[in-house]
């Protein structure tokens, strides 16, 4: 069990994966912003002023139902606001602390790859492949600048299977106890919960492993084995008692109802994870990137088959399957590979949850790894022919060529994503009837501690640094934004201002094509107890009058 690269040669690789994120900021001139990431700021500011983990952006079911201002946050849990908030103390903005969480957190896979090809092992050649590989992605490229947790999700998930994987690599020629590693390996599968709730996946992936180990063998040091890792439990079970404290539910209060289509699921599935690997473009258009991928799969299957056609006439079909196919040190990173999937399939058939790629991109390293080592170990076993081992070393050419071809393809052609502060910007700069924008009219009438609503209330809340109710759309939420709903709403909160955006494209905001009171706001329809305030071609922002207090 050795790193298959130096020490030297992998700071390398952290310096070419951070010189990758460096690259990414400057070419879109910051951080990716998400929903989210409003979300995530909002809780690591109310948690650096000693507000508790709390937002005050009201925005989900979950945050209403707390009547408060700011109110407790469930809906996710609270480990990347406060990794953010641990970081800006050195004192950087929020914003650049966020950033700073994700970069640092895709920079330090790099030495996790590497070590868990050396447990399988994997050749010198094909660990630099790989690092070339995720470095390249597509994906890659985006989410160690997105303010999100799934950076720091993947970080964690790596660094647990790892750990897990460690404990099944052989040490001077047999597979020791490490009793350490088991119990470090527990507090990391904890942690990932603390970071996203899909961290529970992992939990039930590795519990299970170890009670079917131990079930098998009846013996102490798998029992012991099992409970080690049983640490994560109450690592975990502190944060499902914290959500039914404050929500009533394990789910921290993400109970509105679904019933999607499990063949429309598995096809996101299937398109999701071709565009983790080969980047957004189709998957029906066959472009010369696509086409070299297809040919590598074509080939490798032929050399698969001529292998195993060899290993049948010669009688070696179990030797091959239980010896050569199969690392011990494998089994527990495929086993959770397959538990994570099968649960995020159910999750995305039942829960509003976006899924898609997102939900998968924590996996990309490992799923590198996985997949490197059966490349390798299929090559191994078409080396034993001149015509297989032509073969083989084809495919593997077509496959990198398709794979950075493809993924060049689209970080060249990414779109710029603006800045919050930009898009809030292009709303209220063009001048009111009288030459005076919306944002100098804001700053000169809405006290630092006014209370606002507003659809797409996350960007607005965080940008105007005010507290907000954001209008959240049908697909989130089981409220109705009638008239009656909003009045009490901005009522119980104190909110004495309402923001709409007319000209929103209505994927951005649905809620104002979902709401037929929000939609008569928009054609300045307004009711007593509101009048219009102030007004451009592409925000209204609506008063309440004294009647409606």
Not at 78 to 101: E, W
Request: with cysteine; charged share 15%.
């Amino acid at each position: 069990m050795q790193d298959r690269l130096s020490r030297w040669e992998q700071a390398l690789w952290m310096l070419l994966a951070a010189a990758s994120v460096a690259m990414s900021l400057a070419r879109n001139h910051g951080p990716i912003y998400a929903n989210d990431s409003f979300q995530y700021l909002s809780v690591a500011e109310h948690w650096r002023t000693g507000q508790g983990l709390a937002t005050s952006i009201i925005h989900f079911d979950s945050e209403f139902s707390r009547r408060d201002m700011p109110a407790s946050v469930t809906t996710f849990p609270p480990g990347y606001p406060i990794a953010t908030t641990v970081v800006s103390m050195v004192g950087v903005s929020l914003p650049a602390a966020a950033t700073a969480v994700s970069a640092l957190s895709f920079v330090l896979c790099i030495p996790l790859v590497v070590a868990c090809c050396g447990l399988l092992p994997i050749p010198r050649n094909a660990v630099r492949l790989v690092c070339v590989l995720l470095i390249t992605n597509h994906s890659a490229t985006s989410f160690p600048i997105r303010l999100l947790a799934e950076q720091l999700f993947g970080l964690l998930t790596l660094a647990g299977v790892y750990l897990l994987m460690r404990v099944d690599a052989p040490a001077s020629g047999s597979v020791a106890w490490r009793p350490h590693v088991l119990a470090a390996a527990g507090v990391v599968v904890g942690l990932c919960y603390w970071v996203r709730y899909a961290g529970l996946f992992l939990l039930v992936a590795a519990i299970s492993f170890y009670a079917i180990r131990w079930l098998r063998q009846r013996s102490r040091r798998a029992f012991a084995s099992l409970l080690l890792v049983g640490l994560a439990i109450p690592i975990v079970g502190a944060g499902l008692i914290r959500n039914v404290m404050l929500s009533g539910t394990w789910k921290g209060g993400n109970e509105k109802e679904a019933a999607n289509s499990i063949a429309q699921v598995l096809k996101t599935l299937v398109t999701s994870v071709y565009h983790l690997f080969f980047g957004s473009a189709e998957v029906t258009r066959l472009r010369p990137p696509q086409l070299l991928l297809l040919l590598s799969l074509v080939a490798f299957a032929i050399v698969a088959v001529r292998v195993f056609r060899s290993d049948i006439s010669a009688g070696n079909t179990a030797r091959h399957t239980r010896s050569s196919l199969i690392a011990p040190a494998a089994v527990f990173p495929t086993y959770f590979v397959v538990v994570y999937t099968a649960a995020m399939i159910y999750a995305g058939v039942v829960t509003v949850i976006s899924f898609g790629l997102r939900m998968f991109y924590p996996l990309l390293p490992l799923l590198l790894v996985l997949g490197a080592f059966a490349v390798t170990r299929v090559g191994d076993l078409a080396s034993a022919t001149r015509s297989s081992r032509l073969i083989f070393r084809g495919a593997a050419v077509f496959l990198c060529v398709g794979w950075l071809w493809a993924n060049a393809r689209n970080i060249a052609v990414a779109t710029v994503v603006p800045s919050p502060q930009q898009q809030i910007a292009a709303r209220f700069d063009p001048p009111r009837p009288g030459g005076q924008s919306l944002s100098a009219w804001f700053e000169e009438n809405l006290p630092p501690d006014a209370v606002l609503a507003a659809t797409d209330g996350q960007r607005t809340g965080w940008v105007l640094s005010r507290p907000t109710l954001s209008l959240v759309e049908a697909e989130y939420s089981d409220r109705k934004w009638t008239e009656e709903t909003l009045k009490t709403a901005m009522q119980r909160y104190g909110a004495s201002y309402l923001i709409l955006y007319p000209t929103a494209p209505a994927d951005l905001v649905p809620v104002q094509k979902e709401s037929a009171f929000v939609g008569k706001l928009l054609e300045r329809r307004f009711p007593p107890w509101l009048e219009l305030a102030a007004s451009n071609a592409n925000a209204l922002i609506y008063r309440v009058t004294a009647d409606g207090r």
